[in-house]
């Protein structure tokens, strides 16, 4: 006659143990983006709508370039912890979900790296040709 007590049978089926850090990471990095985007729309809005040498110029300089790589890996992990968090909670089977998170993480990162390849290609070597 086995009859668990409401807390046996909940035991063991708990947290992982990692859902407040993902909490603080999502916060902290929507905290710097709160700053950063704007910090960026103010700083490129007067190269909307400037010939190509102008707008290579505004981001090839040290007050938009480097903002622009922060941004853009602030972005990708946000959007990386956003979506894992969506993942886990609503994807219950198991190959669909670690699938699912592998792509999460392989686009967030592929298009940060890309990005960011690009940004450091125009402060470096575009801006000097």
Avoid at 93 to 119: D, E, Q
Wanted: a positive charge.
């Amino acid at each position: 006659m086995d009859m668990p007590t409401p807390l046996g049978l909940v035991r063991g089926l708990g947290s992982a143990k990692s859902g407040t850090a993902t909490f603080v990471k999502e916060r902290l990095s929507g905290l710097a983006l709160f700053f950063l985007t704007p910090y960026l729309l103010v700083v490129m809005m007067p190269v909307f709508g400037q010939p190509y040498p102008v707008v290579l110029q505004a981001v090839g300089s040290l007050w938009i370039g480097p903002a622009l790589v922060a941004f853009l890996l602030i972005n990708a992990t946000h959007m990386a912890l956003g979506m894992r968090v969506i993942i886990e909670d609503y994807v219950h089977t198991t190959i669909l979900k670690y699938t699912l998170l592998f792509l999460n993480w392989a686009f967030s990162w592929g298009c940060c790296l890309l990005a960011i390849i690009a940004v450091i290609r125009i402060m470096f070597v575009a801006v000097q040709t």
